[in-house]
């Protein structure tokens, strides 16, 4: 698979067992020198697979401590050093292996690093290989809010081994099944009626299942990227469920939920507003909920007040003249932007999903 | 006139007393948010007729402390907090007031924060008005190197007030003439020859004589950037007498040498270097060393040592696959980028123009 970008178009490899085969790097990744970043759960179990087929290249490891909290500027900072300290030239390359917390933070580091360097994404996670590795999104999180220092850099390429899902605890798959159920509400209602209909395979981590929805989303997303790069139209849909999700992340610093939790609360969230606006039928809503309920996903916040919420989506990305925008859902399969909406669809919404423990 | 880059096109205005046209500002700038970021020895001149001139908008000020040493991640992540801070939304603009320095930092927080936030220069000494304001790189130091950090982002504005070198050191206005000279080694041996008949109309700050100057530059490096704005080929060629400068700068650690100062230096080791390689006449050297003298600034570095000089321009970033390139001369507006050269001209050329003060 290819994401289409001109100059820098570049290749998805989705398969099991890839870490391992050496002569894919070695076609794809030329540099000599490659950082190599990843995190202190998944290092132990590939760093030194992902060595052994970066054989004959100079390899330098950083390894950061695992989550969400440690997506920061300061983190950046710390391997910005390191690259300087090896005289790391521009010809050298940032690899990312782990999910989205590593691919988005090492994307930030290859992004400003000598004003953008060689970029490889070896995503670990059912979330990072269905969506954060895919389209050139990189940033860290601020303690006002989530991915507000960034950048867009495309990687140069994309090898999702699924045979690292085999060893993804069930709570990082349910979390990487809510940005999957997205691309289904947004774009195709008969991949949400497939997921509906195979929802057991996929949190039996089968891999077959597994491998249809990494490619049927990177699909997705690839033609999406492929558009609208820079988001300036279409790719915001893509942020469906997203500022309700960057909210609650916000609002429990981080760690409470993992990405994909708050993206799921934050699907049925956009799917309520928008019954609450009338574009979207109570049956419709009813379906969103009962998949992301069957996931495993949480359908409310019950740690975060109505306030609290509403006060973190202020600082989000998609506030325009000081008016938040959403994406809202017409049906299954149908989503939109808008800033058009009632006031109190939005606080119902809160109101009924948010809150709930004293 | 315009950079011409497609959808990011934007005009560079140019002329006396700009900054108090508060019309200029209402037609081309359009964000109700404005962050300016400026220091401390430009702020008490510009930023109140500024302000006026923008009546109307929500105005943040940071005000830094001047000078290379302050261009520093630290700075940037300072800046971010404000933003954060005040709630500036994606659809808000950053303008810099002031040199480089401050133009390079503010744009890189513009290029970092919420992925990408519309810029305006408002450069106030000559180097920013004929270099560092136009053409999009942005980007901060690290320790171990100058500009190590940063990206590309272009300004959507960039106003040229010439009525702020009035108030400019007379140094400052030296060390902008080394990048002035450097367009014309580069690309226009008639402009070179110009500034070798006009060089103390312009040391006296003949305002007609700048303007000229001012103009001429942002043409040569507008077209240079319309062609190549990611420097992936001729846009390289600006780089003349940068590995140098930027070595002489981060071997003093940003504290000796204004920026220009340093590359005035470094035209003259480019040129000796491009004479030691025999692809440089005699004369043609003379002439470029003759003419840095004579622009006050300096021709060597007294207070670096060859080995120092050497070991800075390893971690430059015109290091690809471990060698050294050079930006070189075969005559006066004729340049070329060269990793193919013999070592003893480099050696012989830093034995020449470094150390000497023990």
């Given at each position: 698979?290819?994401?289409?970008?001109?100059?820098?178009?570049?290749?998805?490899?989705?398969?099991?067992?890839?870490i391992?085969r050496?002569?894919l790097?070695?076609?794809?990744?030329?540099?000599r020198?490659?950082?190599?970043?990843?995190?202190?759960?998944?290092?132990?179990?590939?760093?030194?697979?992902?060595?052994?087929?970066?054989?004959?290249?100079?390899?330098?490891?950083?390894?950061?401590?695992?989550?969400?909290?440690?997506?920061?500027?300061?983190?950046?900072?710390?391997?910005?050093?390191?690259?300087?300290?090896?005289?790391?030239?521009?010809?050298?390359?940032?690899?990312?292996?782990?999910?989205?917390v590593?691919?988005?933070l090492?994307?930030?580091?290859?992004?400003?690093?000598q004003?953008?360097?060689?970029?490889?994404?070896?995503?670990?996670?059912?979330?990072?290989?269905?969506?954060?590795?895919?389209?050139?999104?990189?940033?860290?999180?601020?303690?006002?809010?989530?991915?507000?220092?960034?950048?867009?850099?495309?990687?140069?390429?994309?090898?999702?081994?699924?045979?690292?899902?085999?060893?993804?605890?069930?709570?990082?798959?349910?979390?990487?099944?809510?940005?999957?159920?997205?691309?289904?509400?947004?774009?195709?209602?008969?991949?949400?009626?497939w997921?509906?209909?195979?929802?057991?395979?996929?949190?039996?981590?089968?891999?077959?299942?597994?491998?249809?929805?990494?490619?049927?989303?990177?699909?997705?997303?690839?033609?999406?990227?492929?558009?609208?790069?820079?988001?300036?139209?279409?790719?915001?849909?893509?942020?469906l469920?997203?500022?309700?999700?960057?909210?609650?992340?916000?609002?429990?610093?981080?760690?409470?939920?993992?990405?994909?939790?708050?993206?799921?609360a934050?699907?049925v969230?956009?799917?309520?507003?928008?019954?609450?606006?009338?574009?979207?039928?109570?049956?419709?809503?009813?379906r969103?909920?009962?998949?992301?309920?069957?996931?495993?996903?949480?359908?409310?916040?019950?740690?975060?007040?109505?306030?609290a919420?509403?006060?973190h989506?202020?600082?989000?990305k998609?506030?325009?003249?000081?008016?938040?925008?959403?994406?809202?859902?017409?049906?299954?399969?149908?989503?939109?932007v808008t800033?058009?909406?009632?006031?109190?669809?939005?606080?119902?919404?809160?109101?009924?999903?948010?809150?709930?423990?004293?």
């Open positions: 698979m290819h994401v289409e970008l001109g100059t820098r178009s570049y290749p998805i490899l989705i398969g099991a067992g890839l391992a050496a002569e790097f070695r076609e794809h990744l030329k540099a020198d490659v950082l190599i970043v990843s995190d202190t759960t998944v290092a132990p179990l590939y760093l030194g697979s992902l060595k052994a087929s970066l054989g004959g290249k100079r390899i330098v490891e950083v390894i950061l401590p695992d989550g969400e909290a440690h997506k920061t500027l300061p983190n950046v900072s710390r391997v910005l050093d390191i690259l300087v300290a090896n005289r790391f030239a521009r010809d050298c390359a940032i690899l990312a292996l782990g999910g989205g590593i691919g988005d090492a994307g930030f580091v290859a992004a400003c690093y004003r953008g360097v060689n970029f490889v994404q070896v995503p670990t996670t059912l979330l990072a290989q269905v969506d954060s590795a895919v389209g050139g999104k990189t940033g860290v999180n601020h303690p006002g809010g989530k991915n507000l220092i960034g950048a867009f850099h495309q990687p140069v390429l994309v090898v999702s081994d699924t045979q690292t899902l085999a060893t993804l605890p069930a709570r990082e798959l349910r979390a990487g099944l809510a940005e999957v159920i997205k691309y289904g509400l947004i774009f195709d209602a008969a991949f949400f009626a997921l509906e209909a195979h929802l057991e395979q996929l949190l039996t981590a089968d891999r077959e299942a597994l491998t249809h929805v990494i490619r049927r989303s990177c699909e997705i997303k690839a033609a999406i990227v492929g558009r609208d790069e820079r988001e300036l139209a279409e790719r915001a849909l893509l942020n469920g997203h500022t309700f999700g960057h909210a609650l992340e916000s609002a429990t610093s981080y760690k409470e939920y993992l990405h994909g939790e708050a993206v799921g934050g699907l969230m956009a799917a309520a507003m928008s019954r609450e606006c009338a574009f979207l039928a109570p049956e419709a809503y009813e969103v909920h009962r998949l992301i309920e069957r996931a495993g996903l949480p359908t409310r916040a019950r740690s975060v007040t109505p306030d919420a509403f006060e989506m202020r600082i989000d998609k506030v325009l003249g000081g008016r938040l925008r959403f994406v809202l859902l017409r049906g299954i399969g149908e989503a939109f800033a058009d909406y009632p006031a109190p669809a939005l606080s119902r919404t809160l109101a009924a999903h948010c809150g709930g423990v004293s």
